[in-house]
């Protein structure tokens, strides 16, 4: 299991790049709500940040934490770390978050509030973007004991996307022991017609590269390979057959604006710059 | 980099994104423009209790903009908020829970309408109302109740209900269908320009209905801070991201009581009661309601701000 | 139409006794919650009056307002007025309120909340406590059109009591055009049958009199008559044969104490001495 | 009249009913009464999110009280308040929705009772508890949900989901089952003798759990007066009306965070990680849970008053 710091620089850690890169889907200024993962900080650091260069009216949804728009610099636990509540505009309910899950985005709706960079990661994801935070071996008894699924359930009700912070064959694998969050499913049209028409996850984020789902079968497609890795080493690393384009762009790396106004403003107390995501 | 037009936005570092102006969107909108798209709207809903806390300027400014034959979601009890849509021909069918003045009387344009059939009443009732409410606030196809309705006329009064075998017990259970709305308007004693409100009474039906809402519009008595709402995230009764459209009206629940801000206007009232039962209906909907030119004309003619200062000192100094 | 103000003696209101009556229901120090009409104020007056003097336990429910124990000593317009929430402990909110009354008392429980002298009033009561808030005549173009139902409807669930502010034929029928609130049904046992075992009214209170119910039948059966009135006044101003005891007591007037406690603690501003209920 | 026994309570005037003593009764309980109580019932429910909020004391207590073989109803998500009762032995069955220490790691009691199939493991989620315990707070049938179980494995997974075809609709929905427990068990940073509790974060969970329980206990860090908690109702968490027992227990959601008051104690979970990792769950048990005498011994164990004092201030400190 190798380290992905950045090879060659200690310049920024992949960590940090995906927070940045992970911000960058939130410009704009559309009216939207972002949260993050409750493990690890990264998609919340990443929407703070968003928030604060690109996005104010990002609402920041930490909801562990049971509030919303938080105004921490230094990065919390996870989302339910109280500390989110500094400066908090509202309390938010584990019972407004199941009801927004239950209904979630209606695509006639007139008001649609668009999910920011908010994703779900898992103990195991397959090619069409199923996640399984349930377990690997026969159930009940299982060989390996996720932790339970929480609110995976709700990739079924809007478009979550997937953030994989280690990036291996027994990570990626082509089908998932358990779905415990519906990505495209089996593909094709077989989530529209399970679930109402509802769209799977855009992008799958992980510590060497970003991938996207192909328009038609929604298999996942490498989309851009971290700075330091090779399309080689993201097939190396992957437990099925990704659909690789003819040219896959290099993620433009972190701007010096951007690792200021993260580690200024958003993390500063370097919790994602010491941090080490692995590949392999 | 910045000429660059890239297949995914992820590309674009965050400098090449942000915005000419960094500023947060405000949701402030004058009472006139609310009050043409409540009036474009079928479905409206309201929250407060009895004669408090009623969204009273949002409802006049519907009637300004010619709101006709809607359909209201009142909260489980309600007075002027409800009649004075009814007297003004803007509701042609209204899910009943409660509509009645407490101990100034009945309500007389209701009750009128009622007996004369033309008014779609819907004979609902509270858990009907704030269950149907909570369904359609998540989604779900409809909410249970057990035995409950067994006992009441409602089974067969309101053909809404449905009576199912429930699969876990085999016994029989009703269920209340979804009670969504094109509209929820809410009055607020507070609110900031991004639309986190609050209320400093009520009854906590606010957030229910507002998910259940297709678009929410806040009333408030004040526009604040941000830091006022930052000073305590958990008095704010609606988070601003379910929040469409702010609008700022001092004494807007006027009549009704504002909870702990000013006291009800029992001479209004009694005044509209009155008008309403001589057959009035009309005239107290062309002086009070079409006559002032915007809402401040409005608490001119109620008696303005030695009538608004009263009202609220009653709140501190009632014995 | 006369007033049913105390014949012969300026007092005390009829308002007063009422409240005074209902008040003595609470006493015994048992944890209770009793709340109070939207209208009016005399079930308020009682259970405050009750939480001051004989029951410092009891939970002042004041549901329009939402909140517990408010600490008014001036009379609130009616459970709904914002000035209950003065010195309040808890605010209730409506799902409360309807979960409470959808679960309502079950006799298995290990913890019974007993409900002290809240009680539900109507534009009829019948011989079998059942009470219509929905109207007279053939429906939907009903010849009276009652307020709506809110929450009668929790009659079904607990034992409320009824209380009947003017007492005459049209209120007191012999049977109701609709049933909004489930009494003893049709007497018997068809009550314990349709609502799972739940007892039905125990008290009616009237402005002339206190009924309760028959052991087996439950018909409404006469109890105490208030002062300055007789059984004759009652029959006569009653839609139905009511159950005539062989001994029926007068009811025992308010005591300087407690008119005292009413007017000095409770009702400060006089609303209800000022009232006047009606009979016939 | 004071001798005089009547048929009808109304008869006798309030002097004579009068109380010796007018004093509200105070629910205050010893943790270790709570703790028996607790180990006296088969369903217990717990809040909290994560590692934070967790009612640790009382937990504790009920270890040292002997419960065993306990149905867990767990918050939507949880770290030790699950993984110390399963590795004392207290837990049968588990509703699981998420058990995990995140950044400090997966739940090692939890992970092995699971993979050695030593506890019934309800394979639940998010809304499956959350809707099944809101629709055991009202006493109701089921809670209804649409489609969203169709596109994942928990349909074939948790036996206690049913589908049923929407009577409005004639769509396929999913039913969940009234989730009730036998007692709740909740932390608070304050709470005053009558079991008025407040919650200073938190995800909101507490009312429908303790709706849904024959049964409430609070423990709290501090006991208030009531003249704190009238400063503001709407910071009431749970109203004491639903509230059975109280107990005091400073620091007591240690070692997880409370919410504005003290930090996490990540070295003191790291320690409980590793032990149970190594093997010497039980060592843990026997030193920090049947060890000391009682509540403040346990925190002498763990660092005492430096230790605490620590803890509060990193929440200010932050940095």
């Known amino acids: 299991m190798a380290e992905a710091a950045f090879p060659g620089t200690d310049d920024y850690s992949m960590a940090e790049l995906m927070a940045i890169v992970l911000a960058r889907m939130a410009g704009g200024g559309e009216e939207t709500v972002a949260g993050g993962g409750a493990n690890g900080g990264i998609p919340l650091a990443a929407n703070r940040l968003a928030q604060l260069t690109v996005n104010p009216n990002l609402w920041l949804f930490t909801g562990g934490a049971g509030v919303y728009n938080g105004k921490f610099d230094t990065l919390p636990l996870g989302t339910w770390d109280p500390s989110c509540g500094h400066g908090a505009e509202c309390k938010i309910y584990i019972a407004d978050v199941v009801d927004g899950g239950t209904k979630g985005l209606n695509p006639r709706a007139t008001r649609i509030k668009r999910l920011g960079s908010s994703g779900f990661g898992g103990i195991q994801v397959d090619k069409y973007g199923n996640v399984n935070m349930i377990g690997i071996g026969p159930h009940p008894k299982l060989k390996v004991r996720g932790p339970g699924t929480v609110g995976t359930i709700w990739m079924g009700s809007q478009s979550h996307n997937i953030i994989v912070e280690h990036h291996n064959k027994r990570v990626f694998v082509d089908k998932v022991d358990y779905v415990s969050g519906a990505g495209w499913m089996t593909g094709g049209n077989s989530r529209h017609e399970a679930l109402d028409g509802r769209d799977g996850p855009e992008y799958v984020w992980s510590s060497i590269c970003v991938c996207d789902f192909t328009e038609d079968d929604h298999r996942m497609r490498l989309a851009s390979v971290h700075p330091g890795y090779t399309v080689a080493d993201v097939v190396a690393n992957t437990g099925f057959e990704l659909v690789i384009p003819d040219e896959v762009p290099t993620t433009t790396p972190p701007t010096d604006f951007e690792l200021k106004a993260l580690r200024t403003q958003v993390d500063r107390n370097g919790v994602l710059r010491k941090r080490r995501l692995t590949v392999g | ?319």
Chains 1, 3 share one sequence.
């Open chain 2, 1 to 319: 980099m910045p000429g660059n037009q890239q297949k995914h936005k992820f590309m674009t570092p965050l400098e090449y994104q942000a915005p000419a102006d960094l500023k947060r969107r405000s949701k402030l909108i004058s009472l006139e423009e609310a009050g043409k798209i409540i009036a474009s709207k079928q479905i409206v809903s309201l929250a407060g209790s009895h004669s408090a806390d009623a969204a009273m300027s949002l409802i006049r400014a519907a009637i300004r903009a010619g709101a006709k034959d809607m359909t209201l979601i009142p909260p489980i009890t309600t007075s002027m908020a409800a009649d004075l849509p009814i007297a003004a021909g803007m509701l042609k069918k209204l899910y009943l829970s409660y509509v009645g003045f407490e101990i100034f009387g009945m309500a007389p344009a209701f009750r009128k309408a009622a007996q004369e059939g033309t008014l779609d009443i819907v004979e609902a009732d509270e858990p009907f109302i704030l269950l149907g409410t909570q369904a359609a606030a998540g989604g779900k196809p409809f909410n249970a109740v057990q035995y409950l309705y067994d006992g009441t006329d409602h089974k067969t009064l309101n053909p809404e209900l449905k009576k199912i075998v429930d699969p876990f017990t085999g016994r029989e259970v009703w269920l209340i269908p979804p009670l969504r709305s094109d509209v929820f308007i809410m009055h607020a004693q507070a609110c900031d320009l991004y639309g986190n409100a609050q209320c400093w009474g009520g009854t906590g039906q606010e957030r229910d209905k507002a998910k259940a809402a297709d678009i929410v519009i806040v009333q408030a008595d004040e526009i604040v801070g941000s830091e006022v709402i930052q000073k305590d995230p958990s008095k704010t009764t609606v988070p601003g991201l379910w929040v469409d459209h702010v609008v700022h009206a001092p004494f807007g629940a006027h009549p009704t009581f504002s909870s702990a801000s000013y006291s009800v206007d029992d001479q209004h009232l009694k005044l509209y009661i009155d008008m309403v039962r001589e057959g009035r209906a009309q005239e107290y909907i062309d002086k009070y309601i079409l006559g002032p030119k915007d809402h401040f004309e409005y608490l001119e003619l109620v008696g303005g701000l030695r009538r608004m200062v009263d009202l609220r000192t009653a709140i501190a100094i009632r014995s």
